[in-house]
């Protein structure tokens, strides 16, 4: 079992910034690839941003490309979204999810691992 606990969601103003943060523990090696996915009220959950374990290979949504950023760190078993010019279409429950094998899948349902989520509110 792998556990994800996320961390960092909260209030910002349009073209703001925050940054969440995503600890996983447990079998870990078992879901290498770790990804971002969000929800907002009445909508499908959607992809955000995906990365590999050894950081080779990320995938960004196009309405995030150059403004979110994905680092990992696999020492302290972490993955952060750096999120930058947020726009109030951002709102949304932020997912951290993990998955096998490793690549990068756009999909939710690829995803074996899931956090509670933390919301995120970007205020206009």
């Known amino acids: 079992q792998v556990q994800l606990v996320e961390s960092g969601g909260g209030l910002v103003q349009a073209g703001g910034s925050l940054r969440l943060s995503c600890a996983a523990s447990?079998?870990?090696?078992?879901?290498?690839?770790m990804g971002w996915f969000r929800q907002a009220p009445g909508k499908d959950r959607e992809f955000v941003a995906g990365?590999?374990?050894?950081?080779?290979?990320?995938n960004y949504a196009d309405s995030v490309k150059g403004r979110f950023n994905l680092p990992r760190d696999n020492a302290k078993n972490t993955v952060n979204l750096q999120m930058t010019s947020l726009k109030p279409e951002a709102t949304a429950v932020y997912y951290c999810?993990?998955?096998?094998?490793?690549?990068?899948?756009?999909?939710?349902?690829?995803?074996?691992?899931w956090g509670q989520g933390t919301q995120v509110t970007v205020s206009s």
């Open positions: 447990g079998r870990i090696f078992s879901r290498p690839t």
């Open positions: 999810a993990a998955k096998s094998p490793d690549y990068v899948s756009l999909h939710s349902y690829d995803y074996n691992s």
């Open positions: 990365i590999t374990k050894s950081g080779g290979s990320t």
